[in-house]
């Protein structure tokens, strides 16, 4: 069954840019993108994901919050957050959800690859 891959960020060209990066990392996963951390939590919760990559700040609305919610309904579900503030108290919180990994915008591409590719193989485990 192909590993399916969140992907919510507010700014649509910055999410149509980690989809292709998470593409080029794993060709054969599913991937949907969402803009809106509302909009994301409902349907995440009919087929759970394997790993959600999520901005720290989703609009007016928590990358945090919205990780805690999607590891109730799914707690093997990997995070990886991306963000242009690692020295926030949000990103403090975010650690405390041992995400896969914490990205700093900008980041290079491969480096969002490297980290896909992993957290995909170990999804399973």
Same mark, same amino acid.
């Given at each position: 069954?192909?590993?399916? *891959? @969140? ?5 649509? #060209?910055?999410?149509?840019? =980690?989809? &292709?990066?998470?593409?080029? $990392?794993? /060709? ?24 959600? *990559? @999520? ?5 007016? #609305?928590?990358?945090?919050? =919205?990780? &805690?919610?999607?590891?109730? $309904?799914? /707690? ?50």
């Amino acid at each position: 069954m192909p590993k399916r *891959v @969140l992907i919510v960020d507010d700014v649509e #060209q910055v999410a149509r840019h =980690l989809r &292709r990066l998470v593409i080029q $990392a794993a /060709p054969s996963a599913t991937v949907e993108v969402f803009y809106d951390a509302d909009v994301a939590r409902r349907c995440a919760g009919d087929t759970p994901f394997d790993l959600a *990559v @999520l901005d720290l700040n989703i609009g007016p #609305q928590s990358g945090v919050v =919205l990780a &805690r919610d999607l590891l109730v $309904a799914s /707690p093997r579900l990997k995070i990886v957050f991306v963000t242009g503030e690692t020295g926030s108290p949000q990103a403090a919180e975010a650690r405390a959800l041992a995400p896969v990994a914490i990205l700093e915008k900008p980041f290079a591409g491969e480096a969002l690859k490297t980290v896909v590719r992993h957290a995909l193989e170990t999804a399973a485990e």
